[in-house]
């Protein structure tokens, strides 16, 4: 994600307009999907309040990354949400020894 901002400053310094981009891996999860990986990866346990979608709720959102990849020419690194969560997790470990 910083290398989509990195890119993001240059097209604006470069006189590209302001965009909203999405960035993501394209494929969907559901919350409970992302809780269990969360889960598996951490350690940790974490408690979930199930209950049923509200009236109004998408059944699925993907963040198409297409706009992102023409535009600014970024490319995602990982597409694993298992990755994704690990190295998320991995950097708030670091961030959160070197200030405590």
């Avoid at 910083?2 to 394209?26: D, V």
């Avoid at 809780?35 to 009236?55: E, H, L, P």
């Amino acid at each position: 994600l910083s290398n989509a901002h990195i890119l993001a400053l240059g097209y604006l310094f470069n006189g590209g307009k302001s965009e909203i981009f999405n960035l993501g891996n394209g494929k969907g999860y559901s919350v409970l999907e992302v809780i269990d990986c969360i889960r598996k990866v951490t350690g940790k346990k974490i408690s979930a309040i199930k209950a049923k979608r509200r009236i109004g709720d998408p059944a699925i959102l993907i963040g198409g990354v297409k706009k992102a990849e023409e535009l600014l020419g970024w490319k995602q690194k990982f597409s694993d949400l298992e990755i994704i969560i690990k190295t998320a997790w991995d950097w708030h470990q670091r961030l959160h020894k070197d200030y405590l």
